[in-house]
Nanobody
Framework: DVQLVESGGGSVQAGGSLRLSCAFSGNTRNTHCMAWFRQAPGKEREGVAFVDGTGNTAVADSVKGRFTISKDDAKYTLYLQMNNLTPEDTAIYYC????????????????????WGQGTQVTVS
């Protein structure tokens, strides 16, 4: 199957930027779409940004205009560029992939994705 490894998390001051990377490997031909989710302490997982196999993207309203998702298939890497960060962006960020392609759930539903990375911590102060 597909394996996902996130990197790029860390601590940053409010107003700063970070770029998360997700290296994907394995049977990537079965990957229908990918996304970034986040989970803050005491909160449910939240879909942040999404990209499908044709390059269409979507971002959550809470990060629109600040976060950008992109994917470099030649480098087998998914990115999340995060600008103008606020303390509300503090969370563990997960790279996820859908290799089933059932489309029973919206892009921002965790149930759509069957492959999850280990997560990377982002802390904004």
């Amino acid at each position: 199957d597909v394996q996902l490894v996130e990197s790029g998390g860390g601590s940053v001051q409010a107003g700063g930027s970070l770029r998360l990377s997700c290296a994907f490997s394995g049977n990537t031909r079965n990957t229908h779409c990918m996304a970034w989710f986040r989970q803050a302490p005491g909160k449910e997982r939240e879909g942040v940004a999404f990209v499908d196999g044709t390059g269409n993207t979507a971002v959550a309203d809470s990060v629109k205009g600040r976060f950008t998702i992109s994917k470099d298939d030649a480098k087998y890497t998914l990115y999340l560029q995060m600008n103008n960060l606020t303390p509300e962006d503090t969370a563990i960020y997960y790279c996820v992939a859908d290799t089933r392609g059932t489309r029973l759930h919206t892009w921002d539903s965790p149930s759509r994705y069957n492959i999850w990375g280990q997560g990377t911590q982002v802390t904004v102060s």
